[in-house]
């Protein structure tokens, strides 16, 4: 049987249907909001989790030689003793910026900008793990921290002016985004952020610059957090699909949205904790922004504000503004003439500008940072955003080989996948960590297929907020006779062998099967679980108390052993160069590869989404059924003919959309695991709870932030950009 680890049956900062749906009982799914009453903020999950590092800390430690390959003890530098790898501005010197100057003067003509201009740039929608190709023009995390490293010291550059719009990325990518902003704000350049439509994500992000700025008429939302889920039990009910699922773990919910109509109080538990993690860590960080106490920032989130106005006068945002004021204001800021442009350079044009310029990277030894994200599956399947060994395991071997590579960071950004492609990558990184240095970098989710990759590294480095562990397995099959019998499908076999028709769709498990079938996912879970512990240099019994497919953030795996510090792709190198006995203030070169790589297809149709494949053959069947069950988007008048009925049904279809990943698992006749239902991109977004923004592509719209328009018309000043952007 081929098995699969963690691939998650939701979107990942996919955006929600937009607008509240009221969906009736007799018109599942349901979603269920799990929202805390803030002022009442217990810390009876902060008194579990501290029992429960207890326990994993009275079990008894694997050996040493379980816990590492040959030649590498991931226990060998105390966890405490790791360096912190924090960014800190340091200001050039005479010399270091006469050579700045003297390398800018010999800078291309279509790469120069003006001096005193302002960095621009317009971040929404999903911000990628990985660098972005040519021509693509979404936006990167490794894109924007670059820029803003360069921009504190480059001399051209006055300040960064950045636009947040609905963002669909999670919450550990912004705590890495924050980080570049507050280096940049210690060279004592302005930083400025301006907000139409936001809420606690897109403020929590904004509120690392020291201005903020928003439009009298904004739309800022900030209410508290909620996270939910969706439920599609009593939709297959009436289609006649029974979902036969089997779940190890007690956190391991994936297999609820098919079999429940509402939340477990298992998963209710850990997404209650998850809640309490970002809470605190949105409290306390805009509470040291805006200059509050941490009392403050939760009493604002309680009173519901609706007013712009309230809003400034609280000193939750510098000034009210619309975007003509803020030109003014970075003209004023920039020595710009009132009658000429803004003086300002674009992130896509300044990400063109080399590091080396500053003096950033050099050094004869090397680190490299190989980003991997996306689902991990056994093979490409021409659509990009997937992990597979194909593309993986030539290029660690490689770095194996490569006497110039000190060590390894491995970059992590996945909820999993396909088992065999995540153990054969597995072992491939023990391999290479027996030979050099290899750290993890977790990005917003490393989970499942992503933890098991992760685990093959000597140390493990998180954000506070990354979504990580769910070490447990979901497995299952549909049994489709009655939906067969509704729309007059029939299905013969013919078979030999005693369980040649396990995966069968036309009936239900045997006696014999079912057993089988539950042995194997037992035994599937204890491997994963036993690796894992081996992995880690923990006892079975410790890493069974912190496994059974619950999702922790990443300053909760830290504290029960999961992973080894907090911090971003910074601190991961720092540790990296520790690990390979190099001085602290010998420079190094750190040099990332891994790249979103997008089909033909999704360049012609506008995005990797719009690639993806439809469910075929049986799976057809359910979405017809489903269609004719609930009137379908083209029959609200068969419920009404209102607004609030192809609402309904529009929810419908969402939900089924969002969850055709895991039914294609389960209908494809192979034994899957999947990760716990999280949805990375909503988690603590109000989203969850029914309302939700328009979410980009993770691209700047076709209107660019602090747009003034061209002396010469519209096409005055793009053909010059145009004819020449091959050559950037």
Known sequence: MQHTIGMRSMRMGG????????????????????????????????????????????????????????????????????PTGALVYTEPTGMDMFLTSCRLAFALPWRRFKKGSVLVMKLEGDISDQMRGRFDSGLSVPQICAALQKAALDPRIKGVAIEVGPLGTGWAKLQELRRHITYFR?????????????????????????????????????????????????????????????????????????????MSEPQAEQLGALLDDIYDEFVTVVASARGKTVDEVKAMLEEGIYDMQKFMD?????????????????????????????????LRKYSKVNPSAFGLGGGKKRIVVLRTSGAIVGKASGTGGTITPDGIIPILRALAKDKGVAAVVLRVDSPGGDALASDLMWREIRLLAAK??????????????????????????????????????????????????????????????????LMADNRPFSGDELKLFDESAEHAYASFRDKAASSRGMSIEAMQAVAQGRVWTGRAALEIGLVDA???????????????????????????????????????????????????????????????????????????????????????????????????????????????????????????????????????????????????????????????????
């Open 15 to 82: 955006a929600r249907a937009s607008g509240r749906v009221s969906v009736s009982a007799a018109l599942p799914p349901v979603r269920l909001a799990l929202r805390r009453p803030r002022h009442q903020h217990t810390t009876s999950g902060r008194r579990a989790l501290l029992a429960l590092r207890a326990q994993v800390a009275d079990q008894p430690a694997a050996t040493e030689a379980a816990a590492a390959p040959t030649g590498v003890v991931a226990g060998s530098i105390r966890n405490e003793d790791l």
């Open 314 to 346: 609280g000193g939750w945002v510098t000034a009210l503004r619309y975007e003509d004021e803020v030109i003014e204001d970075l003209k004023a800021r920039t020595d710009t003439k009132e009658d000429k442009p803004l003086k300002k350079v674009e």
């Open 436 to 501: 050099k240095p290899v750290v993890a970098s977790m990005g917003d989710v490393a989970a499942s297929g992503g933890y098991y990759m992760a685990m093959g590294c000597g140390k493990i480095v998180a954000e506070a907020l990354t979504i990580t562990g769910s070490i447990g397995v979901v497995t299952g099959k549909f049994n489709l006779s009655k939906l067969f019998e509704k729309v007059g499908y029939s299905k013969t076999l013919i078979s030999k062998g005693r369980y040649a028709e």
């Open 566 to 728: 907090l911090g971003g792709v910074a601190r991961a190198v720092a540790v990296a160069k520790k690990l390979a006995e190099i001085a602290d203030d010998e420079k190094v070169r750190v040099s990332s590869i891994g790249s979103v790589r997008m089909s033909p297809l999704a360049l012609l149709s506008g995005g990797a989404a719009a690639s993806a494949a439809s469910p075929a053959g049986v799976l057809g069947l359910v979405a017809a059924a489903l269609a004719s069950a609930t009137g379908g988007a083209s029959s609200a008048s068969a419920l009404g003919g209102d607004a609030a009925s192809a609402g309904v049904a529009g929810a419908l279809a969402s939900a089924f959309a969002a969850q055709l990943p895991l039914l294609t698992q389960l209908s494809s006749g192979r034994v899957s695991y999947v990760m716990t239902d999280v949805d990375v991109g909503s988690l603590g977004s109000q989203a969850a709870a029914g309302s939700s923004l328009e979410l980009g592509a993770g691209s700047s719209s076709v209107r660019s932030f602090l747009e003034e328009g061209e002396e010469g018309g519209l096409a005055g000043g793009l053909w010059w950009d145009e004819a020449f952007e091959w050559l950037q």
């Open 186 to 262: 210690e060279s004592g350049k302005f930083t400025m952020a301006y907000m139409k439509v936001a809420s606690e994500k897109e403020y929590y992000l904004a509120s690392a610059c020291a201005d903020v700025y928003t439009p009298p008429s904004a739309s800022l939302s900030l209410r508290g957090f909620a996270v939910g889920g969706t439920f599609l039990r009593g939709v297959l009910d009436k289609v006649g699909v029974e979902p036969q699922v089997k779940r190890i773990g007690k956190y391991k919910s994936a297999g609820d949205q098919l079999l429940r109509r509402d």
